[in-house]
């Protein structure tokens, strides 16, 4: 399946931006401590809606950098399914939708989650919950999704 999705934030930044569709712009919204920083582009997905009432969210995986707003045509080939616990002890799914861009020449040929190489999913999943941890929150990976149960939820 292919998406575009909005990217928010680029691959090594440690500044989190999240889209503000009122401003029509993009907002600071956190600094990651020292060291950390995103392992690629992070973004979302224009029109869809997930349980925390964001846009459903997108890593991308490229070999290149993109910015703020930079809309990039995907092929989604699985998902992170994940349990997000908020500060306040409320759960919510907030799962990761993971992506390649049409254009890849690095990952032209990855179609599926189990082909990305295991050492990139298993870092993403430090990342996310280490990323949440630095926000008070608790991110447990429940599972990862085929690129055709991806498909499923995104079509709903």
Known sequence: MIVTAMIETPKG???KFDYDPEEKCFKLSKILPAGMAFPFDFGMIPETRGEDGDPLDIIVISEGFAFPGCLVD??????LQAEQT????????NDRFIG???VSHLFSEIRTLEELPEMI?????????NYN??????FKVTGRLSAGEAAKILKR
Not at 74 to 79: E, Q
Not at 86 to 93: A, L, P, T
Not at 133 to 138: F, I, P, R, V
């Open 74 to 79: 995907c092929r989604v080939i699985g998902a």
């Open 121 to 129: 999913t298993s870092e993403l999943e430090a990342f996310f919950k």
């Open 13 to 15: 930044s440690n500044q």
């Open 100 to 102: 390649i861009p049409e």
């Open 86 to 93: 908020e500060r306040n002890g409320d759960k919510v799914r």
């Open 133 to 138: 941890e630095q926000a008070g929150k608790k």
